[in-house]
């Protein structure tokens, strides 16, 4: 059974990093495999982030890029996502999501984590 | 504003024949698989259609998908209530190197 669950900060400040933790059980980080992350605004529609497949290959949302970056640690089954300079219009709900190679698309996703970013 | 493009909202009784279209160009949905999510509110994503056509295993044959030049489809046959659901469509795209995603659909049962 392929779970997946997002954690970290539910409030961040603008201009502060956000770092995020995906830890999934039911499968590891092997041939074939990728982690990705997609967020939602409040009422609006999802947006692709960052995908990290098991040979350590990166995607990023180009228009996001600079502020991104998406690392894996295969031994403790968890993906996590670095976002710099994070400002009022990044609250969002953040999702994790299973992929794998062979076109399936994202198959199972966690319950998603709101961020709120305030001063 | 979303790569792909999709109509805010769609909606038809129950029973009757519903299709939803997603739009995008030769760098996405022209070259490359399509994906439907169906999302109900205050819930994570859930694929319903991946390699444009194909059906993960417990998603109703109700649900098809398809697609003609650089545009895909969704169509849910003999609608319920309990289709009632935001539906997203998605697609690699060659030209940005990432996955990208329509604005969604809000769906309606009357």
């Known amino acids: 059974q392929i779970t997946l669950k997002e954690s970290g900060p539910t409030l961040v400040k603008p201009t502060q990093t956000l770092t995020l933790t995906c830890t999934f059980s039911g499968f590891s980080l092997s041939t074939g495999v990728g982690v990705a992350w997609v967020r939602q605004p409040p009422g609006k529609a999802l947006e692709f982030l960052a995908l990290i497949y098991w040979d350590d290959t990166e995607r990023y949302n180009p228009s996001l890029e600079s502020r991104l970056t998406i690392t894996k640690d295969t031994s403790k089954n968890q993906v996590v996502l670095i976002m710099t300079n994070m400002d009022p219009v990044d609250t969002s709900t953040y999702y994790c999501?299973?992929?794998?190679?062979?076109?399936?698309?994202?198959?199972?996703w966690g319950q998603g984590t709101l961020v709120t970013v305030s001063s | 504003q979303s790569v792909l493009t999709q109509p805010p909202s769609a909606s038809g009784t129950p029973g009757q024949r519903v299709t939803m279209s997603c739009s995008g160009s030769n760098s996405n949905i022209g070259g490359n698989s399509g994906y439907w999510y169906q999302q109900f509110p205050g819930t994570a994503p859930k694929l319903l259609i991946y390699r444009t056509n194909q059906r993960p295993s417990g998603v109703p044959d109700r649900f098809s998908g398809s697609k003609s030049g650089t545009s895909a489809s969704l169509a849910i046959s003999g609608l319920r209530s309990e289709d009632e659901a935001d539906y997203y469509c998605a697609a690699w795209d060659d030209s940005l190197s990432a996955v990208v995603f329509g604005g969604g659909t809000k769906l309606t049962v009357l």
């Open positions: 999501a299973h992929d794998s190679v062979g076109d399936r698309g994202f198959d199972y």
